[in-house]
């Protein structure tokens, strides 16, 4: 049984940085992981995903100022982020897929809140 837990959120002025961390527990070595969104009001989007061959996916909002990336050693997924803007703040949540493929939304987190003003 695969299990997410996210950390890292906070709040952050406009133009600040911020690095979320998801600690796997449960096997998801080969699995797709991702980061979704949701902001209150709106549905859940998806945000950026690794895929079990180490293929990353952005969204068009957050490319070229966040970065993914996966500690397969520790099972740990990360999202940095970088030139925060307001519209980016929401519960982020972690996602993991039970195969190789996304979309990782086979199992979640319980998500942990990005602030930005």
């Known amino acids: 049984h695969v299990q997410l837990v996210e950390s890292g959120g906070g709040s952050v002025q406009a133009g600040g940085s911020l690095r979320l961390s998801c600690a796997a527990s449960?096997?998801?070595?080969?699995?797709?992981m991702g980061w979704f969104r949701q902001a209150p009001g709106k549905e859940r989007e998806a945000v950026a995903a690794?895929?079990?061959?180490?293929?990353?996916y952005y969204a068009d909002s957050v490319k070229g100022r966040f970065s993914i990336s996966k500690d397969n050693a520790k099972n740990t997924l990360h999202l940095q982020m970088h030139s925060l803007i307001l519209e980016d703040t929401a519960m982020y949540l972690c996602g993991a897929s039970s195969g190789r493929s996304c979309p990782a939304n086979d199992y979640w987190g319980q998500g942990t809140q990005v602030t930005v003003s």
């Open positions: 449960g096997y998801t070595g080969r699995s797709c």
């Open positions: 690794i895929d079990g061959d180490g293929v990353t």
